[in-house]
């Protein structure tokens, strides 16, 4: 079937083709079928669904979608098109997320479980928050944040909070009012947050004094101190930090609070006991968050998110594709200060009136039988996480699903390809081999699902995403703009040749930047206001097979996936140049069998500096200036680094040592001796070791505007 094996070009041809446009060789998977019991409860099983959302009737198929939430008013636009590719949806309508997400689910599901928080430490039962007490909760939190803050209708507010209930309550209680609110992931470092803050020109910054991370209290208040220092450096005052206690009774931070600036959430909420704040009416397309993302430059992207598109977008999408019924009891491992939380944790699940749990800690502690042992506990039956993450529990547990009672209907994947071996472990073991899995391709910036098997109706294929979603319509190019159809057997740049309603309107403060990175690439016309001249550019390179299945590669940018998390290596570069002794940094990543991939760093030194205890700076400053995550598996100094005659420093040679594998042509380097000796510091002084790479890593560094 489809291209296996297709065998279109003959070795040495490639050196004429971009890197996107090699010829991939699959071996093509078996598919799985989905399970009868599945499909026979399943919120979509109409195959004419294809054709309802064909492109003869577009844009109009997505009312579908809106029409699953409450509007206060109806809209009479369903796609404005008129300052393209700015889109917008639904226009003239309006609506209230949280009203959507809480207040309309109140008469038949009042005392339902809308949140179950599971504290990482064991000892602590977890905890059900009712949709009842939901609204109270954030009702209150609104009163606060109107009243106590000022907030209002457009202002921005930074939120930097673990994975607990008040971070969906805070969220929610922004949207009530029509605040924009931007969730800086916990992980990120204070200094991060502060740069996020200034971005975004937020005026408050709401955190949590502490949390559980791998059996150990972490200090968070601390970064609030970090963000504000930062914030005011660049020019913004935060007015207020709003800090949340992670326990009732007792601190969980060591850390002073600031006379006049910080302030108990707590506390402050006994003045606004039983106040109820009236859901602002917003428009269609007004902001509901920015969620900040790496990209090829140091300056991370505030992707600015609609109300309306969005939503419902994220509605639909968790209805057919989650199969997210009211009773279901849904659990998304992802944290919610990524955009899978957003989607999937906190605004489908609860547009729905579904059940969605929260788990603060890691998934392995303190044993890999943890997320089983919550799913038996909970009676989960949907469940969604990352490849990282099951590479993991593979690796450390590989039986413990065994040992307990679960039963999951369906699971979803998110974040990076993950290997067939991996995806049939999930399938096999955590699914007992009869649980729908479905593989989903999507960004930060496409509010929700591009690619995903329907679960009832499409076959499962490990290793690949599914199909587009219904009103997707994907187009692969090569670098010169010719299409790869489906089948065509090599790889190229996906993109989606049509808007939808969860597609990010802009980024927040650079319109410009948002044309030029995913639109300017294969746009004909700057003038038009035809969409069919606006194809979005993913910024991912993909095999289509002839069955319409997408294979994803990997990024084409300057962008490491780390645990399927997206970080710039311009950034990574940024934060090493820090360190006063560096004078150059290149980020290269290197494949990890656990995460994915992970970064290594290259640096050069200043003349004169002697090399001890570099490294170890170095790797300080990234944590600090980004977090943990983004920690270098290695810092390497180098007594150069190979550049191109024009100065440009060659990060693909580097990837290629680092990765083991061939480096290819460098004769055409200003300094190519200084290769070898770069290998021989890496791999030893050996013959050159040649390893098969991936996409991505053979493509990497290579320019893609
Ligand atoms: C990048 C987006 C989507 C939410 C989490 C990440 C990669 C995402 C898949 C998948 C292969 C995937 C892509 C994409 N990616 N899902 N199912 N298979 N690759 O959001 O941080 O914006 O990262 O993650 O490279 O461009 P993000």
């Not at 040992?403 to 991996?422: D, L, N, Q, S, W």
């Not at 399927?564 to 090493?576: D, V």
Request: some cysteine; overall charge neutral; glycine content about 8%.
């Amino acid at each position: 079937m489809a291209d296996a094996g297709t065998q279109n070009q003959k070795e040495g041809d490639e050196s004429r083709l971009s890197e996107a446009e090699i010829a991939v060789h699959w071996k093509e998977e078996e598919v799985y079928y989905p399970n009868p019991r599945f499909v026979g409860q399943a919120n979509l099983t109409d195959p004419n669904v294809s054709d309802r959302f064909s492109e003869k009737n577009f844009p109009e198929c997505f009312r579908e979608y809106a029409d699953l939430l409450s509007w206060d008013k109806y809209w009479t636009t369903t796609l404005d098109t008129s300052k393209a590719p700015f889109w917008k949806w639904f226009v003239g309508g309006k609506l209230n997320a949280s009203f959507n997400c809480v207040d309309r689910h109140l008469e038949k599901y009042r005392n339902k479980a809308a949140l179950i928080f599971v504290s990482e430490n064991e000892e602590d039962p977890p905890e059900a928050v009712t949709y009842q007490e939901l609204y109270i909760r954030v009702n209150e939190m609104a009163a606060l944040l109107r009243d106590f803050c000022g907030l209002k209708t457009g202002d921005r507010v930074t939120i930097h909070m673990p994975m607990v209930t008040e971070l969906p309550v805070t969220m929610l209680a922004c949207a009530r009012l029509g605040v924009i609110h931007s969730v800086v992931f916990g992980g990120f470092s204070g200094e991060a947050c502060g740069a996020r803050i200034v971005d975004s020109g937020s005026r408050v910054l709401i955190t949590m004094d502490g949390y559980y991370r791998s059996g150990k209290l972490l200090d968070h208040k601390v970064n609030a101190d970090i963000a504000c220092r930062k914030a005011s450096e660049e020019g913004t005052k935060i007015e207020k930090v709003l800090i949340w206690k992670r326990f009732r009774d007792k601190s969980a931070s060591p850390t002073p609070m600031v006379e006049g600036r910080d302030f108990i959430v707590n506390d402050l909420l006994k003045k606004f006991r039983g106040h109820l704040v009236p859901p602002v009416s917003m428009a269609a397309e007004a902001p509901l968050f920015l969620m900040y993302t790496s990209g090829s430059t140091g300056k991370p992207k505030g992707c600015q998110h609609s109300t309306g598109g969005y939503l419902a977008y994220v509605t639909g999408t968790s209805k057919y594709i989650q199969d997210i019924h009211p009773t279901d009891v849904y659990w998304c491992m992802a944290d919610i200060g990524w955009i899978t939380g957003h989607s999937y944790i906190v605004y489908g699940p609860l547009a729905l009136a579904a059940t969605s749990v929260i788990y603060e800690g890691v998934p392995t502690f303190p044993d890999p039988g943890r997320p089983w042992r919550i799913a038996e506990q909970l009676g989960v039956n949907i469940f969604h996480t990352s490849p990282t993450a099951i590479r993991s529990l593979r690796k450390v547990g590989p039986e413990e699903p065994k040992k307990y009672h679960y039963r999951f209907k369906c699971m979803t994947t998110v974040g990076e390809p993950i290997e067939p071996e991996a995806w049939r472990w999930y399938y096999e073991v955590v699914g007992r081999g009869e649980t729908v899995v479905t593989d989903t391709w999507w960004q930060t910036e496409t509010g929700g699902f591009l690619c995903s098997t329907k679960p009832a109706l499409d076959p499962m294929k490990p290793g690949s995403t599914g199909p587009p979603m219904p009103g997707i319509y994907p187009v692969v190019y090569d670098e010169t703009g010719k299409e790869l159809p489906p089948g065509a057997g090599r790889a190229g740049n996906v993109c989606i040749r049509n808007p939808w309603p969860g597609i990010f309107q802009t980024i927040w403060g650079d319109p410009d930047r948002f044309v030029r990175t995913y639109y300017a690439k294969y746009n004909k016309d700057k003038t038009s206001t035809d969409w069919h001249d606006w194809p979005y550019f993913a910024g991912d390179g993909a095999l289509w097979a002839k069955d319409r299945y997408m294979r994803i590669l990997g990024r084409v940018d300057d962008v490491i996936n780390v645990a399927g998390h997206r970080l710039g290596t311009k950034e990574i570069e940024s934060a090493c140049l820090t360190v006063p002794e560096v004078a150059e940094a290149a980020v290269v990543p290197i494949v990890d069998a656990e995460r994915g991939r992970v970064p290594e760093v290259y640096i050069a030194l200043k003349p004169g500096v002697k090399p001890e205890g570099i490294p170890e700076k170095v790797t300080l400053a990234v944590e600090t200036v980004i977090g943990k995550i983004a920690r270098p598996r290695a810092v390497r100094i180098v007594p150069d680094m190979p550049k191109t005659r024009s100065g440009k420093i060659m990060r693909r040679v580097l990837a290629s040592i680092s990765n083991r594998m061939d480096y290819g042509d460098i004769t055409t380097l200003a300094n190519p001796e200084v290769v070898e000796q770069i290998r021989v510091q890496v791999q030893g002084a050996g013959p050159v070791e040649k390893k098969a790479a991936p996409e991505d890593i053979k493509r990497f560094g290579q320019d893609s505007g």
